[in-house]
């Protein structure tokens, strides 16, 4: 088989294949309603918010721009703390909102502390949860109450692509107000589809704008099953079979992410390489390259064994490479891959 | 089986549900590349375009959005003439782009003629080829060629979501210089990939804005085979392998097209059902319901045979009901359509 040890898209999860292979449904009918309310209500409950999840067609850059947009209007203030890729593009996407985005630049690997972000002044805070170029985890509840405190009336956003269904999120009671996702990570189905969560609290604080990203019009469609324009609903489908399959044992299921991800952690430390996080993320281990080796040695090795992995971005380009099992890898897979990695780097690192 | 006689999305190419059925593609990866690639340059002969063809992820209604917020700047002048629920949107995402457009209303159904676009003062025109929910379809030659008479500088847009892949097509040979479609019309392929084609021309004029939808920074990317953002890549190697399949072949699958739509109006108006489109598109065969008639009964009707078609849109709601071959039907498959046709009205309609 082809190991797909990327962060994202991942392998992918059977029941998805199996719901891909179903005839078109046309999404202006019963059971395609009743699909898609299904699919929103199980999302609700792993995303942990009594407000509303919305489906939108498109990638989860899209969900982070849809958020920025309707979340916060033109000229107001947000605080971006940026350590790495994905929070330096919610940092771009405020700007092209026409937010007053003020960026704190951490090196890539770290993450904010609650005293770095208990700033006042700032209607919103827009956070990272799980970095995935750098495999650095934040502590949302801490530094959603920090923020808060210094602005009691601020809207928390959390890019939670590759924490969902990765490791434990909670809207509510991490005090975060709105959340984004995707298909191709944690949900182990094909890109295509993005995601965002509202709380309670932010369903009452919309202020949408723009057209295909309206979350008001998406929200009136939403709630009757429909959605405001022509959904992905071979994804929606292949989405909602994922997580019936999953939400029944989400504990275990969390409990296997964490454990096969330390894994990797353990292999590589256990072969002198040193991680780029300060804290793990479950989602990605993330080492930097060995001295000397550039990644394309390491790209290849992995590719003689028929594994696909990935490297560095931005800063990070050249400097790491990356392995996930976030996909739908069982105990057994992960073992097989633990020993993959020993003989991938065999093939780099000198016998000692 | 279940007939899907919707006008989109239709019944899948069995290519289609080949290439969905394979395992996650990564995107960054060359295989990948050569991919969109390969699916990029057949989009470019499907469209009739030496410029460039981008594949981005969401519904038809981005990439209208994507056309007119990147091919005028706010402010400019653009006639959008409104003939059915599908002009009446490329109407309103222009005014969501910050365009001042102006509206010309013709009855749904009708079609604009030269005339009414040969009025100067107009950085574009937006128009939709073929009119899904009126069943028309325009001369867009003709209409170009007299825009462009009064606005030599002007620009002309296309909504081709649904004559892409059903009748012929040809950006600069109809003095088109952008078009859109989406993946789950002629294309038999599920929703989730909408396309923005543009000319020479249009490239040459690009005034990009926004961040998931700006055109410039997909074009950079997308020339070399990736994209600015995580694509719904299994799509596109649906789009690809059905191309492939159908391109070598076009001709006779625009004339099987059109055959299959003008069986269904013969068989409707031989029973004394009056079509709804002044200039018929190949697309969909739209009649108005018989006198008395609810649109649920003439469901129903075709429900019981394991059909589901489409009724009216906007203000022909409740007056008109829609039938589409546009899927993957063969002609032995049509003439069963019309059997069905039959026998539903049958149903429905006085014994004379």
Redesign the interface.
């Known amino acids: 088989?082809?190991w797909?040890l990327?962060p994202?898209?991942?392998?992918?999860h059977p029941k998805a294949?199996e719901a891909?292979?179903r005839?078109?449904?046309?999404?202006?009918?019963e059971p395609a309603r009743a699909l898609f309310l299904e699919a929103r209500s199980l999302l609700k409950r792993a995303f942990g918010t009594e407000g509303e999840v919305l489906v939108l067609?498109?990638?989860?850059?899209?969900a982070m721009?849809a958020l920025a947009q309707n979340l916060f209007a033109p000229g107001e203030r947000v605080l971006v703390p940026v350590y790495g890729k994905f929070s330096e593009r919610f940092y771009?996407?405020a700007l092209?909102?026409g937010l007053r985005a003020e960026r704190l630049d951490l090196p890539y690997g770290r993450v904010p502390r609650p005293e770095d972000v208990a700033q006042r002044g700032f209607q919103g805070l827009l956070l990272v949860h799980s970095e995935t170029s750098t495999g650095a985890l934040v502590d949302l509840p801490a530094l959603a109450r920090a923020f808060k405190e210094a602005n009691p009336e601020g809207l928390v956003g959390a890019d939670m692509v590759t924490s969902l269904l990765v490791r434990e999120v909670a809207l509510e009671a991490y005090g975060v107000d709105a959340a984004v996702s995707?298909s191709?990570k944690g949900l182990m189905c094909?890109?295509?589809l993005g995601f965002v969560a509202l709380s309670p609290r932010a369903l009452e604080r919309l202020k949408p704008r723009?057209?295909?990203l309206d979350l008001a019009r998406e929200l009136k469609a939403q709630r009757e099953g429909e959605s405001?324009?022509?959904?992905?609903?071979?994804?929606v489908g292949a989405v909602k079979a994922v997580l019936e399959a999953v939400m029944p044992h989400l504990e275990a299921h969390l409990a296997l992410k964490a454990w096969q991800n330390a894994l990797l952690y353990q292999v590589g430390e256990a072969l002198g390489l040193r991680p780029v996080p300060e804290v793990k993320s479950p989602a990605v281990a993330a080492f930097y390259l060995p001295e000397g080796v550039p990644y394309g040695a390491v790209k290849e090795a992995f590719a003689r064994r028929n594994a696909?992995i990935?490297g560095g971005q931005g800063p990070l380009k050249g400097r790491i490479f990356r392995l996930s099992l976030m996909?739908a890898y069982d105990r057994y897979e992960a073992l097989g891959v633990a020993a993959l990695f020993r003989e991938a780097l065999a093939d780099i690192l000198p016998a000692s």
């Open positions: 088989m082809e797909l990327t994202g898209p991942v392998q992918l294949l891909l292979s005839p078109q449904l046309h999404h202006r009918t067609t498109g990638s989860g850059t899209l721009e771009e996407i092209a909102a995707g191709q094909p890109p295509g723009g057209y295909y405001a324009w022509t959904p992905a609903i071979n994804l696909v990935a996909g």
